[in-house]
């Protein structure tokens, strides 16, 4: 009984205690994660970057402790339950004890007063026999040996032998009674006995039903966080979209306004000013320019005609030409190395351009005959003019190649060749 009181005690006592389980300490996390995520939005991760693996450590601690003290209840549980059926059974047995023990008391109070009728009755009984006994001695002596079975009563013989055989009967009979309940009550014992093995072997099954719907509430638990965590995850990323799909249809707006806005540039070209490689001429320009190349060809070729006239058949200075030709073409590329960069000047200079290239190109057909000019001192004269004029930076390489190739028609081939390198390594297309 002190035991119990104790029992009692301690149940008050834990029942006072506020009890924190798994879910309560997953519950706990989440609302710490969304109050995280409040912070984060506030203030950034720097703020909460330190805290976070603290706050972890602890809610699994806790997590740690709760699911301790869950598994300690429940062996506190088993082990009350099973004190309390421990303590159901020795009363049970007490009581019982305590029956048989009353029960024995009152047999054996039976037997003490039957015992003690016995005793009586043995002592009266043997009181009489003495008696008679007595009287018989004394019949003997008076007559003579006489036949001692007629001296008794039949009587008190036959009524002692019946009330004998009644009280022996008697006792048999509480004795099988006596056996048959102790019989009965073995049976009941085993029978209780193997009822206390079924309910351990349920026990035992219940609490391993108990364990799995454990490992399936923790589980549950895992996935149901999970979810939560993918959820936030998907609500982040539709805000996010949402943000991105707000600045996408203000910027559609902008640019709807914008092309409201804007001039019609259909059929228009458009390029950078800065471009070095942009279109300079036009198409009626251009028509000119080869117009005016297909004439300077027609005059080169007349001068070549009239070089050959001019040329002797064996000239003794071809060597002389040849070094006159490539000096001058290296002039001129060393000189455009060296040169300050000065901006493309427009079409109206490079029509000056080509009519003062005409002129210098007809200058050939005034000179007196037998003159040493050859179509290298030309050709040097068109180089230079177009440097002075233009600059030895002009870009427009298609001008150029349209003026110089008519003119790279030397007879020396070596000369020729040297003469296309360096206009193609200085003026590629």
Known sequence: MPYLEEQELEDTMDDSKPEVSVIDVYDIASEIGKEFEKMIDVY????????????INALEQLEGLATRNERENNQIQELKARIAQLEKDKIGKAEDRQRFEMELEQIEEHWREESRDLEAMVSHLQEENRKLSSVLAEKKQAEKAPDPGALLSPEVDMALVQRLRGLVDRLKDQLRQRDRELLSKQTEMESLSSQVEQLTIISRELRRKQRLGQTQIHSLIDERADFLAQLHDQQREVQSLRQRLGLAEKENEDLSISAQDSPDLTNKVIYDKD?????????QELKDILHERNELKARVSDLEDELEMYRPKEP????????SATTAAAALVGASVGAPVEAPVGAPVQAAVVTRVGMIAQAPRAMPAGATSTASTIFLNILREIVRNLGPHYLDQQLLYLLFSPFIVFPCRKCLRQMKTLLHQHYPL
Request: proline share 14%.
């Open 44 to 55: 950034g991760t720097d703020a909460v970057i330190n805290l976070m693996p603290k706050v």
């Open 316 to 323: 003794p200075k071809r060597k002389y030409v040849c070094f």
């Open 275 to 283: 471009d070095p490689n942009r279109p300079r001429f036009t198409t």
